[in-house]
Antibody, heavy 126, light 108 residues
Framework: QVQLVESGGGVVQPGRSLRLSCAAS????????VHWVRQAPGKGLEWVAL????????YYADSVKGRFTISRDNSKNTLYLQMNSLSSEDTAVYYC???????????????????WGQGTLVTVSS | SSELTQDPTVSVALGQTVRITCQGD??????ASWYQQKPGQAPVLVIY???NRPSGIPDRFSGSSSGNTASLTITGAQAEDEADYYCNSRDSSGSHVVFGGGTKLTVL
């Protein structure tokens, strides 16, 4: 069974940095795009960032662009999220998620998150 | 628009049928996928690609799409279906991802 295990969460002061990791196993990590998705306490899901399978493309939500960096090490089957200049608005459970896709009859791709980790809690507080 | 809109709350009587909807411009280009999330747990994929169920998801869950609206239907809702449900898709540019605000389903 596919496994995604996040780590690195904790309590951090505003303005400081934190790096999250997501260890992947039981699938060929290097052939999948992976994402970070977060959920503030009592709130809905918010997409954070995407990195392509080979790491050549990265995309970010406007709320984190310029502060967060997504990266991956395919030799270690690990996804990362470097978070800088943290604020209270970044307090959330952070999930990593594997993205799969298929092509419809017209050759158009459609994407979905087929596996999620259990999440790691980041609390930004003084 | 890069947003997906869901009704915040929906209720259904035990054993009845309920439809949860998701609206947004991106759904004219990309099929929605649907996720179930129970308290304290990670989201679980229940429908992808308009109307495909991952293995292990009961066949009472189904999906459909028309224009800018996607729907998740639960036929014969069970007590264990009480949860938050989220839709998502790539945005119209294809490079970002959008989520709906979520629908809290109560089974009466």
């Amino acid at each position: 069974q596919v496994q995604l295990v996040e780590s690195g969460g904790g309590v951090v002061q505003p303005g400081r940095s934190l790096r999250l990791s997501c260890a992947a196993s039981r699938f060929t990590f290097s052939t999948y795009s992976v994402h970070w998705v977060r959920q503030a306490p009592g709130k809905g899901l918010e997409w954070v960032a995407l990195i392509s399978a080979d790491g050549s493309n990265e995309y970010y939500a406007d709320s984190v662009k310029g502060r967060f960096t997504i990266s991956r090490d395919n030799s270690k089957n690990t996804l990362y999220l470097q978070m800088n200049s943290l604020s209270s608005e970044d307090t959330a459970v952070y999930y990593c998620a594997r993205e799969s896709y298929y092509y419809d009859s017209g050759g158009h791709p459609h994407y979905f998150f087929d596996y999620w980790g259990q999440g790691t809690l980041v609390t930004v507080s003084s | 628009s890069s947003e997906l809109t869901q009704d915040p709350t929906v209720s259904v009587a035990l054993g009845q049928t309920v439809r949860i909807t998701c609206q947004g411009d991106s759904l004219r280009t990309y099929y929605a996928s649907w996720y179930q999330q129970k308290p304290g747990q990670a989201p679980v994929l229940v429908i992808y690609g308009n109307n495909n169920r991952p293995s292990g998801i009961p066949d009472r869950f189904s999906g459909s799409s028309s224009g800018n609206t996607a729907s998740l239907t639960i036929t014969g809702a069970q007590a264990e279906d009480e949860a938050d449900y989220y839709c998502n898709s790539r945005d119209s540019s294809g490079s970002h991802v959008v989520f709906g605000g979520g629908t809290k389903l109560t089974v009466l």
